[in-house]
């Protein structure tokens, strides 16, 4: 019987090394000074900024000289739902390799081939709805696809392929919004009264609809609003 469960113990040590994914090491996080953020940290983001946002401070580099494609995937399953009359509002944004987009649920962010010496912000982050407090937390990891090349008129064109050939660090952030970060953002705003209104397709509305505004401020700024 002690047999027995000795091999039963060896067997489900070898699945659990199976299922372990490898950290691929093309792509590495770093902080705004170029520090290396290991992966698994988790950063706490409690500051909200003048166009009320809550940035994540990290850049993304290649450290192994080589051309890949790539893209963010984000779980943001824990992150507050707010729905207005067209679904759910895209509250949460990224720049990750050098495509911008809102993103509404857990996914990727656009698929870009990026160079050997790619070293550039992510550009992620969140707006909260004013009021609205919350604490969630997300995660990023870098993924790394395969490059479908195809000739076209005698000219090789690359694209990011569909299969995932490498998981890259992952990092998980953690939103903190409060009254005191609220009260910090308030601060920042001055005194910049609202000017205009757009919805997320870029249309000029009359007053602020439910949801994710565009608000051009008399101070010239323009910023993005939940309401």
């Known amino acids: 019987m002690k047999r027995i469960f000795t091999l039963l113990i060896s067997a489900l040590a070898l699945v659990a090394t199976a299922g372990a994914q490898t950290v691929d090491q093309t792509f590495v996080f770093t902080d705004t000074l170029g520090n290396v953020v290991p992966d698994g940290t988790e950063i706490v983001v409690n500051a909200i900024n003048a166009e009320g946002q809550m940035v994540v401070p990290l850049k993304v580099k290649n450290v192994a000289g080589v051309k890949a494609a790539v893209s963010m995937y984000e779980n943001i399953d824990q992150k507050p739902v707010i729905n207005d009359e067209y679904g759910k509002v895209a509250d949460f944004s990224t720049c990750a390799f050098g495509n911008c987009m809102l993103i509404a649920e857990t996914g990727y962010s656009s698929k870009s081939i990026v160079e050997d010496d790619y070293d550039m912000n992510i550009q992620t982050e969140w707006l909260p709805q004013q009021g609205q407090y919350a604490t969630w937390t997300a995660t990023l990891q870098i993924h790394l696809f395969d490059i479908v090349k195809k000739t076209v008129f005698g000219r090789t064109i690359e694209n990011p392929g569909s299969e995932v050939i490498a998981y890259g660090p992952k990092v998980t952030v953690k939103f903190v ?42 101070n010239g700024k323009t910023i993005k609003r939940i309401f």
Request: net charge negative; hydrophobic share 35%; proline share 5%.
């Open 177 to 218: 919004y409060d009254a005191q970060s609220a009260h910090i953002g308030n601060m920042t705003t001055e005194d910049a009264e609202p000017q205009q209104y757009y919805n997320v397709r870029g249309q000029h509305i009359m007053a602020p609809a439910k949801g994710l505004n565009i608000v051009k401020l008399s």
